[in-house]
């Protein structure tokens, strides 16, 4: 890590904009994320560490998901800004008009807001990221983080 603070000190990237992170800190990043996964997930019980494997690793090209994969794809910060993972969250899928927000509370827990009346038996969605952005933007983050293409109804 002390790389990645020297780094962002000498100005070589943003760390705000995950655009600009040259490879580097991208793979230390995941590394520690790793890490921190692997602590997690060997700490729950067993039913939970297979519905933990029953999500998505959108690094697992080939088939072979890792424990730290799934986090970086299903986990968000929680109010202290570390990567969590919730349960049932976690299986919100995205689209960048959603119809609910995420909102992390205290003590790592988390709220799903409805941001509109959402009807019965209507897929509940929130955003991954930031719904300001650009359309091309939009997609070169979800591609690039998540690898799908938004088909929601803003993006279509």
């Not at 090209?61 to 794809?73: H, P």
């Not at 910060?77 to 008009?97: F, I, P, Q």
Request: proline share 4%; hydrophobic share 35%.
């Amino acid at each position: 890590m002390n790389r990645v603070y020297a780094l962002a000190a000498e100005g070589t990237f943003d760390p705000s904009d995950f655009d600009s992170w040259p490879a580097e800190v991208v793979n230390c990043m995941e590394q520690v994320l790793d890490i921190q996964a692997k602590a997690a997930y060997n700490s729950l019980p067993l039913i939970k560490r297979l519905r933990w494997m029953e999500l998505s690793d959108s690094g697992a090209g080939d088939g072979a998901k890792t424990v730290g994969g799934i986090l970086r794809t299903n986990g968000f910060d929680d109010k202290e800004g570390c990567a969590t993972m919730y349960e049932l969250v976690s299986r919100v899928n995205h689209s960048c008009a959603p119809n609910a927000e995420r909102i992390a509370g205290d003590n790592h827990e988390v709220t799903l807001v409805a941001l509109k009346a959402i009807m019965s038996g209507e897929e509940v969605t929130v955003s991954y990221i930031d719904t300001d952005l650009p359309l091309k933007q939009r997609r070169k983050h979800l591609r690039q983080q998540y690898k799908f293409d938004c088909i929601c109804p803003r993006c279509s």
